[in-house]
């Protein structure tokens, strides 16, 4: 039983806004959105990312749309220190895309994070100080003048650094740490004294962020905060009101989207919330709400699998299965009477009807995706799910996007043949459908050679009936073998599994893969005893069967056209 609450922190009485706003008000367009993955989130990773991580992230990032981008903590590591000069003097940094950079309001700190920046087009600089009784009197032993002269002295030391490197445009912003525990007039006074001591006017704005640094109290108290400062600060004109909910209570969506119809103008977060203890406000799902309410985002999230892999890959934690949008079963249904809604309101739509279907808030293929209906695959199905009859019968562990997708074939076959489907049945099926493609291309042999530090290939097919030798290059045999065939195909995820043990062990490689250009992906199995031999079987595999997907939907447009 867990004992009586002892609240370590102690939020202010709630505003007393008798005449608030929000709660009458709509959202009817995006914030300016800044990504803090490359710092806030990166700091609470087991292992935060290299170099070559941290580019590509930020690579992304720029390709999705974002346009403030915080980057790093400079002053904290050689390691963010050089990964922002990596970015500017590699010309990594778009001309509409700013960078930000985070220090705290301590004199030799500030002074290394601006000689971080030398040569930057544009930048903005964030200083912090904690505000909340608890830091003034426990952590600094300062009372509020001292707290607030530390804030003006580090923003008074950006200022004349800043105006000694005209060649950079400078923003400043200023976040009065732990914001929701401060005393509202006095979070006031502090921001009123940063935006004096910086001589912010309409055309040189200050960011003042107001973060929710431990989320302690519900969405409404926060927004009613929010409108508070909104309607109480000195220079309102000269500031951009921004807000970074944390979610230790799990509403840091809610309270973002509050705060935003409370005045906030821009939103600090991450993709999928990662960030210190339960994480920040989560972009991914907070800007596809958006989305589903009809307004744009500004933030392209149509190929939201390429997304969540790179975050995977970069991040090395999984983004969940019913994870808002993003997650591999969203989009699946397992429920019968679901599934129903589901194929009624698909079939009833025409053309560019809106988007009404059941249970579906936005169109899957919006996404890149596409909308699966499972039957037979949780742990109520037959011996254990098909996932577990493949493992434990044949030693074949598939990855859950295969699974999924292998799912939705094994339920076409019940609806045609009925009755349950035995484990030999299943590998019979598996194989048919996987390892046994008729197609286009049809694996003989390879060779692989290299040449001047890449993997060269030298691959025999046989198309048509006709035997053909082709040559490409990669960094690997895979992209070796796609750049032998020539196909506009990249693949999305690759996986091995050994089967077996000893002599008589094979490989199973498994590739999803996409057709540039074209909504949705599939899976090519390949088994062999040399996995290098499995992983081009598998692609071919994969290959053979997007050509035939293609081919079947090109004949049901004409069918359905009347061609």
């Given at each position: ?5 002892q609240t ?11 005449d ?14 800044m ?23 930020f ?10 981008i915080?980057?790093a903590?400079p002053?904290?590591s050689q ?28 004199p030799?700190?500030i ?6 920046l ?25 009372d ?20 000694a ?17 401060t005393?509202?007039?006095?979070a006031?006074?502090i ?14 704005k ?9 989320e ?17 600060l ?9 807000v ?8 840091a969506?809610?309270a ?9 103008e ?6 999928f ?22 307004i744009?985002?500004?933030?392209d ?16 934690l999984?983004?969940?299965?019913r994870?808002?949008?993003a997650g ?8 019968g ?30 996404l890149?995706?596409?909308y ?18 493949l ?27 009925g ?7 299943l590998w019979?099926?598996?194989s048919?459908t ?36 082709l ?8 992209a070796?073998?796609?750049d ?15 089967m ?22 599939l899976?090519?199995?390949g ?5 290098v ?9 994969g ?12 004949q ?8």
């Amino acid at each position: 039983m867990l004992k009586t609450p002892q609240t370590k922190y102690h939020p202010e009485p709630p505003v007393q806004l008798t005449d608030r706003r929000w709660p009458d008000r709509v959202l009817t367009q995006a914030p300016r959105w800044m990504s803090t993955d490359l710092r806030d989130g990166n700091q609470a990773l087991f292992e935060p990312m290299d170099g070559e991580h941290k580019l590509a992230m930020f690579r992304m990032l720029c390709q999705i749309g974002f346009k403030d981008i915080e980057v790093a903590f400079p002053a904290a590591s050689q390691t963010d220190f050089d990964f922002v000069r990596t970015l500017i003097e590699g010309g990594h940094i778009p001309d509409d895309v700013t960078i930000e950079v985070l220090t705290q309001a301590r004199p030799h700190l500030i002074a290394r994070t601006i000689e971080s920046l030398a040569g930057c087009r544009r930048a903005i600089i964030h200083i912090y100080n904690a505000t909340s009784p608890a830091f003034r009197e426990r952590v600094f032993g300062m009372d509020r003048d001292q707290v607030v002269a530390m804030a003006v002295t580090a923003v008074q030391q950006v200022r004349a650094l800043c105006d000694a490197h005209p060649e950079t445009e400078w923003t400043l912003e200023y976040s009065p740490e732990t914001f929701t525990a401060t005393e509202l007039d006095f979070a006031r006074d502090i921001c009123d004294a940063v935006t004096a001591a910086w001589g912010a006017t309409p055309s040189r704005k200050v960011i003042l962020n107001l973060p929710a640094t431990v989320e302690i109290t519900t969405p409404n108290v926060y927004a009613d905060r929010i409108e508070w400062m909104d309607r109480h600060l000195a220079r309102r004109d000269s500031v951009i009101l921004s807000v970074h909910p944390h979610n230790d209570r799990g509403c840091a969506v809610a309270a973002a989207e509050l705060a935003l119809l409370a005045g906030a103008e821009r939103v600090e977060g991450c993709l999928f919330g990662h960030g210190e203890r339960t994480g920040n406000v989560d972009l991914v799902t907070l800007a596809m709400n958006f989305y589903a309410q009809g307004i744009d985002p500004q933030l392209d999230f149509s190929d939201m699998d390429r997304v969540r892999r790179m975050v995977e890959t970069c991040t090395q934690l999984p983004v969940h299965p019913r994870h808002p949008y993003a997650g591999d079963l969203v989009f699946t249904a397992f429920s019968g009477s679901h599934q129903d809604a589901i194929k009624k309101g698909m079939a009833a739509r025409q053309g560019e009807d809106p988007w009404e279907v059941p249970y579906l808030p936005v169109d899957p293929a919006d996404l890149g995706r596409s909308y699966d209906s499972i039957i037979r695959v949780n742990s109520q199905s037959g011996k254990g799910g098909i996932a577990y009859l493949l493992e434990s019968h044949y030693g074949l562990v598939i990855p859950r996007r295969l699974q999924i997708e292998f799912s939705g074939i094994v339920q076409q076959y019940t609806d045609a043949n009925g009755g349950e489907v035995t484990a030999e049945g299943l590998w019979r099926l598996f194989s048919q459908t996987y390892l046994d493609v008729p197609g286009a291309y049809r694996y003989i042999r390879h060779e692989l050679f290299e040449h001047r530090g890449a993997q060269g290939i030298r691959l025999t097919v046989e198309r048509d009936g006709q035997s053909q030798t082709l040559a490409g290059m990669g960094n690997g045999p895979i992209a070796a073998a796609l750049d032998a065939l020539g196909l506009p195909v990249h693949v999305l995820n690759y996986e091995e599994r050994a089967m077996g043990q000893g002599a008589g062990a094979h490989a199973a490689a498994m590739v999803e893969l996409a057709w540039e250009g074209r909504p949705g992906s599939l899976h090519g199995v390949g088994l062999d005893a040399n996995i290098v031999t499995a992983s081009i079987r598998a692609v071919l595999s994969g290959i053979n069967r997007l050509m035939a997907a293609q081919a079947w939907q090109e004949q049901a447009v004409a069918l359905s056209s009347g061609d």
